[in-house]
């Protein structure tokens, strides 16, 4: 018997469409005629550049995906059995699996309600003599507390890793989310601010030469490929792990593209989410709203609410999808999934994501809203408190 899927429905408000530079076609036609399709062309040169001089970091390495940059990071820090990785619970798996995946165990870590990112005062609580690594994820375009989790991490030597697969454009005190810990993972992925459709980078903020070392080994799938391109040996051998990680020329293109537009990306953004804001302001509705903090410039990947109970959440998203408009709710936190349970991992209750992430309602943000749009939204937000 053939199952047919259930194709999605179409509304006249998706929750997300990309932002569209006009300079994509005329970038990959280049693309195709001067025909270095691999890595290390010339867009994927000047996406690098650019993305160096946007963050600060001292490398950049640009991948097929945020995972494949956050697998990156895993392998460099050379972590293993003997190890622990702390990671918020309510985020997407690959915060975890790719750190896993060296044989490490994953530790989760409890969020603030009133931000879904990870709480520093929970973070002490699950630190041990085992632990190297706090990956901190940043959620929808705001920024995590950095500055305390800092303090933290240097104080006991562990190394931080920021999953900011959607923050690239969101500024903390003026810095860049990707920028504070020694790695810095984006996403490019089509639902994402900045997209070319599949892609990520790597933000490397160290001066370690062994660590600078062990990554450029990785990118260069486990070989000292690097050497025989300037000129120190003649050929490469094997020296560890590594993979395939790097995006092509063709998704470079549509990355400098989209970069270059990235101010105007940004605006248009602000401009209908500070409207969206305002207007669930002015209707005194029975839902929190997420606000970024005072210290942050967001990217406003979208606007998330939190109902007051679950059955109020679906009940809210039924009811914009029902006229038209598509919303959604969020992660299922990580220490609740059979992953975790197999894995032993957490059997303790996490309370604050426990009691939270199925109130969570995402509200759409993005470049192809009209003020229409925006109106339309509050309009049917306005008659579901109704």
Not at 224 to 241: I, L, N, Q
Not at 257 to 277: G, T, V, Y
Not at 330 to 335: C, E, Q
Not at 367 to 382: I, K, P, W, Y
Request: aromatic residues 6%.
């Amino acid at each position: 018997m053939t199952v047919t899927a259930k194709p999605q429905p179409a509304y006249a408000l998706p929750f997300h469409t990309p932002h569209r530079s006009p300079l994509q076609a005329v970038y990959v036609t280049q693309a195709l005629q001067h025909g270095h399709l691999r890595p290390n062309g010339p867009f994927f040169q000047r996406a690098r550049s650019w993305l160096a001089d946007h963050t600060g970091a001292g490398q950049v390495v640009l991948t097929n995906s945020c995972t494949a940059a956050m697998e990156i990071a895993a392998l460099a820090l050379e972590l293993g059995p003997a190890d622990e990785v702390i990671v918020p619970t309510f985020t997407f798996c690959a915060s975890a699996t790719a750190f896993e995946r060296t044989g490490a165990r994953i530790v989760f870590c409890d969020i603030d309600p009133s931000t879904m990112m990870l709480n520093p005062a929970d973070l002490k609580r699950h630190l041990s003599n085992r632990t190297r690594v706090i990956v901190v994820t940043h959620y929808g375009g705001a920024s995590a507390e950095m500055e305390a989790i800092l303090v933290i991490a240097k104080k006991r030597g562990i190394q931080i890793v920021e999953d900011a697969a959607q923050g690239f454009g969101t500024t903390r005190a003026d810095r860049p989310l990707g920028s504070f810990g020694a790695f810095g993972a984006y996403s490019f992925h089509e639902t994402k601010v900045v997209s070319c459709g599949q892609g990520g980078a790597l933000a490397v903020n160290t001066n370690d030469p062994a660590l600078l070392d062990r990554v450029t080994s990785i990118v260069e799938r486990g070989t000292d490929f690097a050497r025989v391109r300037s000129g120190e040996k003649a050929f490469y051998e094997w020296t560890g792990p590594g993979s395939s990680f790097q995006m092509g020329e063709l998704e470079a293109a549509i990355l400098c593209a989209e970069l270059e537009a990235l101010q105007d990306n940004l605006a248009a953004r602000r401009r209908i989410a500070l409207k969206l804001l305002k207007g669930i302001a002015e209707l005194s509705l029975p839902l929190s709203i997420l606000t970024p903090d005072a210290q942050t410039n967001s990217n406003f990947h979208f606007v998330p609410v939190l109902a007051r109970s679950a059955s109020k959440a679906g009940d809210l998203i039924a009811h914009l999808q029902t006229c038209g408009i598509d919303c959604r709710q969020h992660y299922v936190p990580l220490h609740l999934s059979p992953r975790a349970k197999t894995k032993g991992y957490n059997r303790e209750v996490l309370p604050a994501a426990e009691q939270t992430w199925d109130r969570m309602v995402r509200l759409p943000v993005h470049t192809d809203m009209s003020e229409q749009d925006v109106g339309t939204l509050l309009a049917a937000l306005n008659a579901w408190m109704g």
